[in-house]
C-alpha cells in the first residue's frame, strides 16, 4: 500500500533552489477568507443590525505603515447582507480588540466600557504611587481593610449556611401539611355541628306547628290581597253596589208592603161617605172573585174612576188573599 502513494520526491545531484525564480506579489494584496463578526454593528446606508458571530467571505489585507510592536496589522473587507454597502475594520492588538473603521457603527458595549475604566483607573494608580510614596500607604491600608471586610462577609454566609444545613425542610412540611389537615378536619366538624343545630331547630318548629294544628280547629285561609289585574277592584266593588242600591231605594222611598206603620204615615185616611160606601160596596161585592162549580175563578172587574192609595193597597192585599185561596182550592 506504500508503494502506491509516493511522498517522496527526486532532486538530482545537481539541484540548486537559489536557482528558482520568485514570484515579485504586491505588498498590499489580499485574500479571501472565512470570518465571523467581532462585535454588534449598524450599516450606515440602510439600518441593518449585524450581530456578532454573524459569519461572512471577507477579503483580507496587510496594513501599511502600521506595527505595533512588530505585529502586523490586518483589515478586513465585509459586505452587509441587505444593501451589500462594504463594511471595513482592521485589528487593534494593543487593546486585544478591533476597531471599527468604514461603513459602519459599532453598538453600545457596557463591558468594553467598563474594562477601559477600569483599566484607566489603575493606570492613575500606578502614576500616582510612583511619584507619592505616601499613597502607596494609603492604598494598602484600603486594600487591608477591603480585604477584611469581604472575609468576614465570607465567615457570615458560611455560619448562615451552616445553620441552615441543620434545618430538616421535610420534618417542616410535613408539620405544616398536618396543620393544615387538622384545621380542615375542625372546620368540617363545626360544619356538621351547625347543619344539626338547624336541623333540630326545624323539627321542633314543625312538632310545635302540628301540635297547634291538632288543638285548635283548622282554619281557612285568609284571601290574599294581591290582585292580579288592577281592574279586579272595579269588578269586586262594582257587583255588590249596583245590587243594594235598588234595595235600600225602594224601601226607603216605598217601604214594605207588610209594615202598616209606614204606610201610615204616608197615607190619611179619608172619612167615608154614607151614600158612597153603599154603592162601593155593591160594587166590591160584583169585583169579589167567586169560585165556580169546577174551582175556576171568574175575572173580577177593576172599578171605574179615581181611588185613594190606601183603598188600592188594601183591594191588592185581599185580591193576594183570594188567589191564594183559588191556589189552595185548587191544590185540593
Known amino acids: 500500500?506504500?508503494?502506491?502513494?509516493?511522498?517522496?520526491?527526486?532532486?538530482?545531484?545537481?539541484?540548486?533552489?537559489?536557482?528558482?525564480?520568485?514570484?515579485?506579489?504586491p505588498k498590499d494584496r489580499q485574500y479571501v477568507v472565512r470570518l465571523m463578526a467581532p462585535f454588534n454593528m449598524r450599516c450606515k446606508t440602510c439600518g441593518e443590525y449585524i450581530y456578532k458571530g454573524k459569519k461572512f467571505n471577507a477579503r483580507k489585507e496587510t496594513v501599511q505603515n502600521e506595527v505595533y510592536l512588530g505585529l502586523p496589522i490586518f483589515r478586513f473587507y465585509i459586505k452587509c447582507t441587505r444593501c451589500l454597502a462594504e463594511i471595513t475594520f482592521k485589528t487593534d492588538p494593543e487593546?486585544?480588540?478591533?476597531?471599527?473603521?468604514?461603513?459602519?457603527?459599532?453598538?453600545?458595549?457596557?463591558?468594553?466600557?467598563?474594562?477601559?475604566?477600569?483599566?484607566?483607573?489603575?493606570?492613575?494608580?500606578?502614576?500616582?504611587?510612583?511619584?507619592?510614596?505616601?499613597?502607596?500607604?494609603?492604598?494598602?491600608?484600603?486594600?487591608?481593610?477591603?480585604?477584611?471586610?469581604?472575609?468576614?462577609?465570607l465567615q457570615e454566609l458560611k455560619e448562615l449556611n451552616q445553620r441552615q444545613a441543620h434545618v430538616d425542610f421535610e420534618s417542616m412540611l410535613q408539620k405544616y401539611k398536618d396543620y393544615e389537615e387538622e384545621q380542615r378536619r375542625r372546620e368540617q366538624e363545626d360544619d356538621e355541628r351547625e347543619m344539626k343545630a338547624m336541623l333540630e331547630q326545624a323539627q321542633n318548629r314543625r312538632f310545635l306547628e302540628d301540635s297547634e294544628?291538632?288543638?285548635?280547629?283548622?282554619?281557612?285561609?285568609?284571601?290574599?290581597?294581591?290582585?292580579?289585574?288592577?281592574?279586579?277592584?272595579?269588578?269586586?266593588?262594582?257587583?255588590?253596589?249596583?245590587?243594594?242600591?235598588?234595595?235600600?231605594?225602594?224601601?226607603?222611598?216605598?217601604?214594605?208592603?207588610?209594615?202598616?206603620?209606614?204606610?201610615?204615615?204616608?197615607?190619611?185616611?179619608?172619612?167615608?161617605?154614607?151614600?158612597?160606601?153603599?154603592?162601593?160596596?155593591?160594587?166590591?161585592?160584583?169585583?169579589?172573585?167567586?169560585?165556580?162549580?169546577?174551582?175556576?175563578?171568574?175575572?173580577?172587574?177593576?172599578?171605574?174612576?179615581?181611588?185613594?192609595?190606601?183603598?188600592?193597597?188594601?183591594?191588592?192585599?185581599?185580591?193576594?188573599?183570594?188567589?191564594?185561596d183559588s191556589e189552595d182550592s185548587k191544590s185540593d
Open 213 to 324: 294544628s291538632d288543638e285548635e280547629p283548622a282554619q281557612a285561609p285568609p284571601r290574599p290581597l294581591v290582585q292580579t289585574k288592577p281592574t279586579d277592584i272595579l269588578q269586586e266593588d262594582s257587583e255588590p253596589q249596583n245590587k243594594r242600591p235598588k234595595t235600600e231605594s225602594w224601601d226607603r222611598s216605598v217601604g214594605k208592603l207588610n209594615g202598616k206603620s209606614q204606610l201610615a204615615g204616608m197615607v190619611t185616611v179619608k172619612k167615608p161617605n154614607p151614600q158612597s160606601d153603599v154603592a162601593d160596596g155593591t160594587k166590591n161585592q160584583e169585583a169579589v172573585p167567586r169560585a165556580g162549580a169546577g174551582g175556576q175563578s171568574t175575572k173580577e172587574c177593576k172599578p171605574s174612576g179615581p181611588q185613594p192609595l190606601a183603598s188600592t193597597a188594601v183591594s191588592s192585599l185581599s185580591l193576594l188573599g183570594a188567589y191564594s
Open 95 to 153: 487593546n486585544t480588540d478591533y476597531t471599527m473603521e468604514h461603513g459602519a457603527t459599532r453598538n453600545f458595549q457596557a463591558e468594553k466600557l467598563l474594562e477601559e475604566e477600569e483599566k484607566r483607573l489603575q493606570k492613575e494608580r500606578e502614576e500616582e504611587e510612583l511619584n507619592n510614596p505616601m499613597k502607596v500607604l494609603e492604598n494598602r491600608t484600603k486594600d487591608s481593610k477591603l480585604e477584611m471586610e469581604v472575609l468576614e462577609n
Open 1 to 25: 500500500m506504500s508503494e502506491r502513494k509516493v511522498l517522496n520526491k527526486y532532486y538530482p545531484p545537481d539541484f540548486d533552489p537559489s536557482k528558482i525564480p520568485k514570484l515579485k506579489l
